[in-house]
């Protein structure tokens, strides 16, 4: 799969992720939104490009290292991700239900986009 091609499907998907938050800002439902969401947004919209661009990069070169490279990048984004939560939680302090929600919104979203996009990729070249 074309690497431009996987970074403009992730633009738009990020641009679609930050309709509702946007939404929630301008009707004054603001509260629904931690203290720099846009922060997080940014960190889990980063991590998770480099996620997949690093396994599509693993598997353009060595096909045969393509499970490894997705089980180590998820590795590491879960670390990355966990490291980043104890921070923001210790510097911040955010009401947790808010946080909660918001989180799960971000990554298991986010998480989605990056296992539909490889699954997909693989999945095309199964069938060569």
């Known amino acids: 799969m ?6 403009l499907q992730f633009i738009i998907f990020s641009a679609l992720l930050a ?3 946007i939404i929630l800002t301008y009707v004054e439902n603001g509260y629904w939104l931690v203290t720099d969401f846009w922060g997080v947004f940014i ?3 980063v991590l998770t490009l480099m996620t997949t661009m690093a396994v599509l990069l693993v598997q353009q070169k060595n096909s045969e ?3 490894q490279a997705f089980l180590a990048a998820t ?3 879960l670390l990355a991700t966990l490291v980043f939560i104890l921070i ?3 510097e911040t302090k955010p009401l947790k239900i808010v946080f909660m929600v918001d ?3 971000l990554y298991f979203l986010n998480m989605a986009f990056e296992i ?3 699954l997909r990729n693989l999945r095309n070249q199964n069938s060569r």
């Open 65 to 67: 290292m393509y499970g």
């Open 103 to 105: 989180f799960m919104y």
């Open 43 to 45: 960190f889990l919209a």
């Open 116 to 118: 539909y996009g490889l």
């Open 19 to 21: 309709v509702p938050p």
């Open 75 to 77: 590795t590491f984004k």
């Open 2 to 7: 074309n690497l431009y091609k996987v970074l």
């Open 88 to 90: 923001f939680i210790k």
